[in-house]
């Protein structure tokens, strides 16, 4: 079984709406990131959260919200989707494991608003 | 913020050749990790490398945190190395990683 898990796989949403992405994690890391990839622009960073009583900004947070439901659950919305939100959604998760932190991440939500 | 640059930003190879893709960096960092995305759009940490040089295989990174850049060498490269090689690095002041735009290899059989 995969250890970071995101759903839906793949949306289509119009202008407007609002839509929620998952990600769960059986990892048992403290750390959980949600990031975007466009082409040719590499991935940045929207949100992160280091425990669940956190929760951080990234790089490109406009538009954008999360809920740290648990240790294990890390939820981005969108409360009115636009057509450059149309890209490819990343959550990953890390730990600091013998002073080493290494990122894992799941396998994507492909968003396109139309 | 760091600046992070990875090239060349494509390289095409014929399948058993050797490449090196360069990740150059802006500031000293505590973080530094190569990632390979395949395809299918999946992402898989190779390294975690913020100094010196670690090999997994046919793949071996170096880098060389006093000059600001880090090498990730393939050997007798396979079809299945093809896909996008991103350079993230973590400069600790924010305890995030910043990725640089990847290189996209292509490798014929």
């Known amino acids: 079984d995969a250890d970071v898990t995101q759903t839906p796989r793949n949306r289509i949403t119009k202008t407007g709406k609002r839509i929620m992405l998952e990600c769960s994690q059986t990892?048992?890391?403290?750390?959980m990131y949600w990031y975007r990839q466009d082409p040719g622009l590499g991935l940045r960073l929207i949100y992160y959260?280091?425990?669940?009583?956190?929760?951080n900004k990234g790089e490109i947070s406009d538009g954008y919200s999360v809920s740290r439901q648990a240790q294990a659950k890390f939820s981005l919305s969108l409360e009115s989707a636009i057509p450059n939100q149309t890209a490819l959604y990343f959550c990953?998760?890390?730990?600091?494991?013998?002073?080493?932190?290494?990122?894992?991440f799941g396998p994507g939500t492909r968003l396109l608003v139309l | 913020g760091i600046q992070v640059e990875q090239s060349p930003p494509d390289l095409i190879l014929q399948e058993g050749a050797n490449s090196t893709l360069r990740c150059n960096f802006s500031?000293?960092?505590?973080?530094l990790q190569w990632f390979h995305q395949n395809p299918w759009g999946q992402l898989i940490n190779l390294f975690y490398?913020?100094?010196g040089t670690k090999q997994n295989g046919r793949l071996s990174a170096t880098t060389v945190a006093t000059e600001r850049y880090s090498l990730l060498y393939i050997s007798s490269s396979q079809t299945t190395d093809s896909g996008v090689y991103f350079c993230?690095?973590?400069?600790?002041?924010?305890?995030?990683?910043?990725f640089g735009k990847g290189i996209t290899l292509s490798v014929r059989p």
């Open positions: 990892k048992g890391h403290d750390r």
């Open positions: 990953a998760t890390s730990d600091l494991e013998a002073g080493q932190e290494t990122q894992y």
């Open positions: 500031d000293s960092v505590n973080n």
């Open positions: 993230a690095v973590e400069d600790g002041a924010n305890s995030k990683l910043t």
């Open positions: 959260s280091f425990d669940v009583k956190d929760i």
């Open positions: 490398i913020p100094s």
